[in-house]
Every structure is written in structure tokens, then in C-alpha cells.
């Protein structure tokens, strides 16, 4: 940490008193509304938070930008009655508005580029006057407590106050973990069914839930930051309990024998009957992008063997477009937060918080369990 000691907890108490106050001010209850053709529906509000994530990685931003995004635009729908066929305009002003908050100048994306590479139907005089509409309804304060504002506190206090947290993953830092857990923090954002607790209470369940896993006083921990931030502790139960379901979501259950195979080439590894592998040319697709090159499909999974098919020759600029995608949904989170933690000259690989580590950290969480020998004809 950049100020360790009573310094550190001092200043981390005091961002965490400033942001819990600002979310009392700005955070109103969600109050589901019956599916209409006259509102947007959850659904349609879940689908548009995933499409501003797939901006976010489009135009390489900072994950602040999307959390924030995503907090104004459920801040206006709570304010007004939104039909839907504004939703996307809406959701493409909260996003400009974002990015001309958080990111640096020469970051921010280009109106009409960010009109017409983002598909969103829209015209920049369009968005320009949705964007006024926005400001009056919000009041012009679009400096709002998100939660990944409070999980970047939380993780603070709970590595300051508890060095061992991370003694049983060696090969990750605090900010590489962080960026783990920020990751998944983005993909509870888009589920409406957390909208009803505030922010810090969603950061703090995901905070509390990993702790569990890693070090075995965490509940002196979690009730030490429970008291810190004056949330009720029914609730939390009820949002961990919610988080942890949601978040199984990104699992996939595989065959209790399977083992999955990396072979980059056109022949891959397939098991016979008795179990033993061979060598046949590859029929099985590895995991495709869709037409927007956000996020990686689910890979083809069967009871046999698993493999990653490269492209043809001619498709090789496009493999490793794809590599790279895949690489930054961790790699630009990491970037951003290492310098919280004094580690911009930190020479460890990113690659591991995909990697084996992060598979004995979840257990069963990775969809690639750890590979073991295997005899080979």
C-alpha cells in the first residue's frame, strides 16, 4: 500500500465514510415495475448494461467509465418513466457522460465515432440533446458513489488489515487481484435482481465472499467492515447469498473425468473407450467471439476432450485480435488499478490471474480444471 500502518487505515476509513455518504444522497430504491410496452423492463435494462460492457471493451476504457455508466443510467430510469425505444440512446448518453467524467482527455472516444461504431441507432445531435435531458433529470451531479468504488475500499482495508489474506496465492498481488474480483463485480452489474441493495452493500458481499475462501477469520473481517460502512447484516446474508448464485452463473459444469487440452494445431487429443488418448484431426470449434469481438462464446463441450482450433493461415491477424480481446478483460483492469498498490514496476504476468492460480483459488469456478499426466499412445 502506498501509506501502510495507521496512516493507510486512517485515510481508507475516511474514503469510506465520504463514499457511504454520498450514496445515502444519491441511492433510491429500486422498485420493480411491471413489464410493459410503456417502460423498459429488467430484462431490457440487464441487456443494455452487458451492451455498454461490450463498449467498454471496444474503445478500451477504464472500468471506472462503464460502473459509472451503468449508475446513472439506473439512476435516470429510477427518476423517469423511459420508453423503450429510447433505452439505447439513453444508455449510449450515460456512456459518453461517463467517459468525459472519468477518462482522460485524450481517452475520451469521439462523438460520431462513438455513434457509429457503437451501432446504437443513434446521431450525435441526438445523444447531445438526450445527454441535457439526462443532466437536468439527475440534477447535474453526476459524481456518484458506484461499486466499484467501494470495492476498490474495501479490498484496501481488508489487505491492509490482513496481510495473510493473499499468503495462499503467491502468484497474485493485491492489484491483480483485484482486478479478479472487479471483473466479477462487472458482471453483477448487469443483473437487475441486485439493484435492490446499494452499491457498498454489493461490494462488500463480493469482498466478504472471497475472504471466505481464502483466510479462516473472515467473519471477524466482514463484521469489522459491516460496522464500518452501517449496513444491516440480514442483508448482507441475503446479498451474498444472491451474489454467490449469480456469480456461478459464469461456471460451467463439466464431465467429472474431462480434461481439457490446449493444442494449438490441426490435430488434437480425443479419448477411446478405455480412456487412453489418440491423435485425430480436430472436428471440435475452440472458443469463437461474437460479431462484435467484446467477449469470447462458450467453447463446444462434449464428453470426449476439449481443444482451441486456430484459424487457417490467412486468419491469423484475427487470431491474435482475439487473444489480445481476451486478454484485456483482466490485463485493463490491472493496468489501471496496480498503480493503487505501488506496483507499476511490477514485473509478474498478468496471465496468471486466468491461469492455474486462480483455478485452486475457486475450486470448482474455473471452467478449466488443472491438467494431470496422461498416458499418450
Known amino acids: 500500500m502506498k501509506f501502510p500502518g495507521p496512516l493507510e487505515n486512517q485515510r ?5 465514510e465520504k463514499a457511504i455518504s454520498r450514496e445515502a444522497q444519491m441511492w433510491k430504491v429500486n422498485v420493480p415495475k411491471i413489464p410493459t410496452n410503456q417502460n423498459v423492463s429488467p430484462s431490457q435494462r440487464d441487456e443494455v448494461i ?3 460492457a461490450k463498449l467498454k471493451y471496444q474503445f478500451n476504457l ?3 467509465t462503464f460502473a459509472l455508466a451503468s449508475s446513472l443510467l439506473d439512476r435516470f430510469l429510477a427518476t423517469v418513466k423511459a420508453h423503450p425505444k429510447y433505452l439505447s440512446c ?5 456512456f459518453f457522460l461517463a467517459a468525459k ?3 482522460e482527455d485524450e481517452r475520451i472516444p469521439v462523438l460520431k465515432v462513438l455513434a457509429r461504431d457503437s451501432f446504437c441507432g443513434c446521431s450525435s445531435s441526438e445523444i447531445l440533446r438526450m445527454e441535457r435531458i439526462i443532466l437536468d433529470k439527475l440534477n447535474w451531479d453526476l459524481h456518484t458513489a458506484t461499486p466499484l468504488d467501494f470495492l476498490h475500499i474495501f479490498h484496501a482495508i481488508a489487505v491492509s488489515t490482513r496481510p495473510q489474506l493473499l499468503f495462499s496465492l503467491p502468484s497474485l498481488s493485491p492489484s491483480q487481484h483485484l482486478a479478479f474480483l472487479t471483473k466479477q463485480l462487472l458482471h453483477c452489474m448487469a443483473c437487475s435482481q441486485l439493484l435492490q441493495f446499494k452499491g457498498s452493500m454489493l461490494a462488500l458481499a463480493m469482498v466478504s465472499l472471497e475472504m471466505e475462501k481464502l483466510i479462516p477469520d473472515w467473519l471477524p473481517l466482514t463484521i469489522e467492515l459491516l460496522q464500518k460502512a452501517q449496513m444491516d447484516s440480514s442483508q448482507l446474508i441475503h446479498c451474498r447469498e444472491l451474489v454467490a ?3 456461478s452463473t459464469l461456471q460451467s459444469s463439466l464431465p467429472l473425468n474431462s480434461v481439457y487440452v490446449y493444442r494449438p494445431l490441426k490435430h488434437t487429443l480425443v479419448t477411446c473407450d478405455r480412456g487412453v488418448f489418440r491423435l485425430h484431426p480436430s472436428s471440435v470449434p475452440g472458443p469463437d467471439f461474437s460479431k462484435d469481438n467484446s467477449k469470447p462464446e462458450v467453447p463446444v463441450r462434449g464428453p470426449a476432450a476439449f481443444c482451441h482450433h486456430l484459424p ?3 486468419g491469423c491477424k484475427y487470431a491474435s485480435a482475439k487473444r489480445k480481446v481476451e486478454e484485456m478483460e483482466v490485463d485493463d483492469f490491472y493496468d489501471g488499478i496496480k498503480r493503487l498498490y505501488n506496483e507499476d514496476n511490477a514485473s509478474e504476468s498478468v496471465g496468471s490471474v486466468c491461469g492455474t492460480d486462480l483455478s485452486r483459488q475457486e475450486g470448482q469456478a474455473s471452467p478449466c480444471p488443472p491438467l494431470q499426466p496422461v498416458s499418450v499412445m
Open 245 to 247: 448464485h449469480h456469480l
Open 12 to 16: 481508507l476509513s475516511f474514503l469510506l
Open 50 to 52: 452487458q451492451w455498454l
Open 101 to 103: 467524467t472519468v477518462e
Open 90 to 94: 439513453i444508455a449510449i448518453s450515460c
Open 312 to 314: 487457417a493461415a490467412n
Open 62 to 64: 477504464y472500468p471506472e
